[in-house]
């Protein structure tokens, strides 16, 4: 019997979050760099449901999101597809908290960034980024380079967050999530 397959996805993040610093907004992010949370009023309100499909290391799990945001805050919850809570973390544009997790190094900031820096407009990821980091936009993609290097690269289908649909690809850690938004309350039909 399997037990949360899907927690093997987030060890890549689980290595990374033991760099984190004392800062709960801010988060080093896989490939070096870090970045610090912006406030939420950067977007539009939504709350959408997403179908997160994750490879890594030779293995393909499958997890469900369901996100919040608003002008308060953030709230994520990572769910097995039977709907067993694996990670619950908000963020109040103060600090980022996990109500759940299942692995004390995993840093609620690091998911709460990765969030920020694929739906959040462009210039509000921008003022997050660390010295050397930039962010590259073009054609329905978007990429955060250090040194030249993608640190995250992301397509896009749809025209606003949280999209139809997301490829994102962390190349330091080998993870790759493709993202097919299931129910979005605000913005899709």
């Not at 067993?84 to 900031?109: E, F, S």
């Not at 998911?111 to 936009?137: K, N, S």
């Amino acid at each position: 019997m399997r037990t949360k397959p899907a927690l093997f996805v987030l060890v890549p993040l689980f290595a990374i979050a033991a760099c984190a610093g004392p800062d709960t907004r801010c988060a080093s992010l896989p490939g070096g760099g870090r970045y610090c949370l912006q406030p939420t009023t950067a977007i539009a309100p939504f709350e959408a449901q997403q179908k997160v499909e994750a490879a890594f290391g030779g293995r393909r799990e499958t997890m469900i999101a369901e996100i919040e945001a608003d002008a308060n805050g953030m709230r994520v919850v990572v769910l097995t597809p039977f709907g067993q809570k694996l990670v619950q973390i908000g963020y109040d544009n103060r600090d980022a908290q996990a109500i759940t997790r299942p692995d004390p190094r995993l840093d609620p900031a690091l998911i709460m960034a990765l969030l920020q820096l694929v739906l959040w407009p462009a210039e509000a990821v921008r003022t997050g980024l660390g010295d050397r980091l930039a962010l590259e936009e073009f054609d329905g993609q978007r990429r955060i380079l250090m040194d030249g290097n993608a640190v995250l690269a992301v397509r896009y289908v749809g025209t606003a967050a949280p999209y139809r649909r997301l490829h994102l690809v962390l190349p330091s850690a080998g993870l790759e999530l493709d993202v097919e938004t299931l129910l979005d309350t605000e913005t899709q039909q």
